[in-house]
């Protein structure tokens, strides 16, 4: 009996230790990496080429204030055509942009800012194919572009 008891309290003392490792260890779940990806920059499809800004300035400046006399479409009205040939017997933007700045709008002569009257010739020159639609007019520019058709 007393044997009996004691192989007990060793059966007992086993089933504790074998609780007390635990059964199969607990593992670790693994946690999911941080994927820092630099959000892409999405950008939508250029389709239409687009109107550099300084053309679409121009062209808004010159509906408001020179359209007027001199038409939409550049043709005349009131004021001459603003063609090719008119424009570029100026010889350089610069004198073209004097002429512009010093004398126009007609009604109201030196009436814009310089960037816009910049803005301005920048439009006529390109409207009229004397002037590739990527190049600017500005300070810098202007003594450089000549006006060859
Ligand atoms: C109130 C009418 C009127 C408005 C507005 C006007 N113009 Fe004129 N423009 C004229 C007249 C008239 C002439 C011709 C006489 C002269 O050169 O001064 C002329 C001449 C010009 C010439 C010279 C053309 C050439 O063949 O030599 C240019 C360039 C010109 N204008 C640009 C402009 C621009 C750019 C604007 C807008 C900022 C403008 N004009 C606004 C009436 C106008």
Redesign the pocket.
């Known amino acids: 009996m007393k044997k009996a008891l004691i192989s007990l309290t060793l059966a007992l003392v086993l089933v504790v230790a074998v609780a007390a490792c635990g059964g199969p260890a607990p593992t670790a779940t693994p946690r999911p990496i941080a994927t820092t990806q630099p959000a892409a920059a999405v950008q939508p499809p250029t389709l239409v080429p687009q109107m550099p800004q300084q053309q679409t300035s121009g062209k808004a400046?010159?509906g408001e204030?020179?359209?007027?006399?001199?038409g939409a479409a550049l043709t005349g009205?009131?004021?001459?055509?603003?063609?090719a040939a008119?424009?570029s017997?100026?010889g350089t933007a610069q004198k073209?942009f004097d002429?512009?700045s010093k004398?126009?709008?007609?009604?109201?002569p030196a009436s814009?800012a310089t960037q816009?009257?910049y803005d301005?010739?920048d439009y006529?020159l390109v409207a009229q194919g004397l002037l590739k639609p990527d190049q600017t007019v500005n300070a810098d520019t202007l003594a450089t572009i000549s006006l060859t058709q």
């Open positions: 400046l010159y204030h020179c359209s007027p006399c001199h009205g009131t004021g001459p055509a603003l063609s008119g424009l017997k100026y073209l002429k512009v004398t126009m709008p007609k009604s109201n814009l816009q009257y301005l010739v006529l």
